[in-house]
Nanobody, 122 residues
């Protein structure tokens, strides 16, 4: 059974930084794209950033220049470095893996972590 576990959330003042981590565990041979999404109270879940297994990245306009996504394929881990945080970045942040191939060659899709709270105070 594959699991995604996020860590690194917390409370920070505006202008501060946080680094989120998401580790995938279980029977994993390869992971395609991984990403971070967030959901603020009363709002829909939105994309923050994604990264392919070859390192190509994509960011929401609202975080470009402030957030950096990266991954360590050997550790099946994706990171999100968040700098210059703003109160509007407050949300629950979720890790996603869009396709995981296990050691038997079977693919499964759309894995999500349990979420980690990020709160930015003004």
């Amino acid at each position: 059974q594959v699991q995604l576990v996020e860590s690194g959330g917390g409370l920070v003042q505006a202008g501060g930084s946080l680094r989120l981590s998401c580790a995938a565990s279980g029977s994993i041979f390869s992971i395609n794209a991984m990403g971070w999404y967030r959901q603020a109270p009363g709002k829909q879940r939105e994309l923050v950033a994604t990264i392919t297994n070859s390192g190509s990245t994509n960011y929401a306009d609202s975080v470009k220049g402030r957030f950096t996504i990266s991954r360590d394929n050997a550790k099946n881990t994706v990171y999100l470095q968040m700098n210059s945080l703003k109160p509007e970045d407050t949300a629950v942040y979720y890790c996603n893996a869009d396709r995981i191939v296990n050691h038997f060659g079977f693919s499964r899709y759309d894995y999500w972590g349990q979420g980690t709270q990020v709160t930015v105070s003004s």
